[in-house]
């Protein structure tokens, strides 16, 4: 079984690195990284600040954009393309299908992390600002934030078109990271009927601020480490929970 | 009845309806379809167009669930990996992961058959080199012409060496010379031992190297057996071929037959029976013309196919 996950994961690994898509996403986001420079002069001190925050949050916006883009139609391109006949017809579970096909892209989100990263120190040392190994873990806390978003594409993949897919993977990944505002909403409303379906988001939807702690690294604040420890768990939880699910709805697919 | 006695692919009244579109129309795909395909024959399966060809072959390699009936290939249900690890398949017009090279597409369907890492490299090689694509190997199938990617098609399907090829329009795309190469790797399988069942709307193929054939029309089997048997030797009509009849003769020669189609000085007549014969040759010693050839027409494929598409219904 491992074998077959591997080359599964493999090949859509090679799948998406082909992929001119990917390659341009990671471009950009090292030239968006650089601009910071730009405010260098002008920002009287606070560049440093400015160069972190815009550099960690572009690594997160663009890996985003790679796991909804490329996520949703990771099994969808498959059946439309009719390149899954000639997997599924061998001895391939279904099961080990999606697998293959979510860890090949966390792979070339690993991958895409790295090289952004890599671009993101590169840039903090041309522009002379102070380089700090505390900014890695925000990077870490992505990776499992779009182990979580990856596995939503990909449950929407199994199921709609790849536009689709893309629009409620960013409206999950959106609302995610607003959670709080779902509680504050089933305070503030009489009705029953919005309480229960506000609670009911606010403890089925992922909470996505869990792993934002931009914020915490670039300020130098401590870290929660037990705290960031539950929340990789619970990312963890999270994306096999949905994986499962999408492998139910996959399992009964004719093709 | 033992394992081995039973036939390699069994469909017992398979039934499938699709629902498509928006207002989810039915589409009955199969009905009640039965089938045997006995061990080392090769079947083919012929059929218009949207016959339900596919559908049948998918339910045999896995693909489909039918909403009734069984199939069972092996002995087993097709959905069974043991099975699976025994079944080449071929798809209608392959789609490859075009971004993938010839070598590489081939070894990542090795190893997710399950061959053993030690072989899968030279077995790769040694199917390249079947299919005359070893001087493609590197290269990426983006750029593959449909007979190219057939190659890669029937490549992959053979990995594994399985005992069971099920085709799908096999010969679709191909040239002349492509579709002779790929008839010998057909019979070449036969002669290992091994069992191929094909569908296909080119009857000329099936008559050179099938076994026995099954004719489905709307998603029933209107009709399967041996080609002989299917195709009595009976003769339908005898054709006379004519040279230097003119004028009176000619007009005699008209009444006696059911057609005539003339090119140049020779005149090719469509009789009925041997006693029209007789009589066209009468008239031709007659008219000192000289006969060039008597062919008898004995019912082909075609013709039966055609008058079970017109019983059916279908245009």
């Excluded at chain 1, 997160?60 to 599924?88: H, S």
């Excluded at chain 1, 420890?229 to 999408?246: E, F, K």
């Excluded at chain 2, 395909?37 to 090769?42: F, L, N």
């Excluded at chain 2, 399985?162 to 057909?186: A, H, N, Q, S």
């Amino acid at each position: 079984m491992f074998n077959r996950l591997f080359s599964l994961a493999v090949n859509t690994f090679k799948e998406s690195i082909r992929d001119r898509v990917l390659v341009a996403l990671v471009v950009i986001a090292v030239v968006v990284m650089a601009s910071a420079k730009i405010v260098q002069p002008v920002a009287m001190g606070e560049a440093e600040k400015i160069i972190k925050d815009l550099g960690l949050s572009a690594i997160t916006l663009f890996c985003v954009l790679i796991a909804i883009l490329v996520g949703g139609r990771l099994v969808y391109r498959e059946v439309e393309k009719r390149t899954i006949y000639l997997i599924l017809a061998r001895p391939v579970r279904r099961l080990e299908f999606i697998l293959g096909k979510y860890l090949g892209l966390m792979m070339v989100l690993v991958v895409s992390l790295v090289v952004m990263t890599a671009g993101f120190y590169g840039v903090m040392l041309i522009s002379r600002v102070p380089v700090s190994l505390y900014l890695i873990w925000s990077v870490v806390m992505t990776l499992f934030e779009l182990a979580i978003l990856t596995a939503v594409a990909v449950l929407f993949s199994t199921f709609v078109s790849p536009i689709a897919s893309a629009v409620f993977t960013f409206m999950i990944y959106f609302i995610g990271h607003s959670t709080p505002l779902l509680k504050q909403l089933a305070g503030m409303f009489p009705s029953p009927v919005i309480k229960f379906f506000a609670l009911f988001a606010y403890y089925i939807l992922p909470n996505l601020n869990n792993f934002n702690i931009k914020g915490e690294v670039v300020h130098n604040i401590p870290l929660n480490f037990p705290g960031l420890l539950l929340s990789a768990g619970y990312a963890v939880v999270y994306s096999a929970t949905l994986l499962m699910i999408s492998v139910v709805i996959f399992n009964r697919r004719d093709f | 009845m033992s394992f081995s006695q039973r036939p390699v692919i069994e469909a017992v009244r398979l039934t499938k309806v699709y629902r498509t579109g928006f207002r989810m129309r039915r589409i009955q795909a199969l009905v009640d379809l039965n089938l045997n395909v006995e061990k080392g024959e090769i079947f083919g399966f012929l059929g218009p167009n949207g016959a339900g060809k596919t559908t049948a072959i998918k339910v045999f390699v896995g693909l489909v669930t039918p909403d009734s009936g069984t199939a069972y290939v092996l002995g087993r249900s097709p959905k069974d990996h043991r099975v699976k690890r025994r079944i080449g398949f071929l798809p209608e017009s392959p789609y490859f992961y075009d971004y993938l090279t010839a070598e590489e597409f081939l070894l990542l369907s090795a190893q997710l058959s399950g061959i053993p890492r030690n072989e899968i490299k030279p077995r790769v090689k040694e199917m390249l080199k079947m299919v005359r694509m070893d001087y493609a190997a590197h290269l990426q199938m983006r750029g593959f012409s449909r007979g190219m990617l057939q190659r890669i098609g029937i490549a992959q399907a053979l990995l594994y060496d399985p005992d069971v090829v099920i085709l799908d329009e096999p010969m679709g795309g191909l040239d002349p010379v492509g579709r002779k190469e790929f008839r010998d790797i057909i019979i070449s399988l036969k002669e290992r031992g091994k069992t191929v069942f094909f569908s296909t709307h080119i009857l000329a193929d099936v008559e050179i190297i099938c076994d026995r054939v099954g004719i489905i029309i709307a998603g029933r089997m209107v009709k399967s057996g041996r080609l002989d048997e299917i195709l009595t030797a009976e003769v339908e009509s005898i054709e006379v071929t004519i040279k230097g009849a003119t004028g009176k003769f000619r007009k005699a020669l008209e009444r006696v037959s059911l057609r005539v189609i003339e090119s140049g000085d020779l005149i090719m007549l469509t009789v009925k029976n041997e006693d029209d014969v007789e009589r066209v040759l009468a008239i031709a010693r007659e008219a000192s013309a000289r006969v060039t050839a008597i062919v008898p027409r004995t019912k082909t494929l075609e013709d039966y196919f055609m008058s079970q598409l017109k019983t059916a219904g279908v245009q």
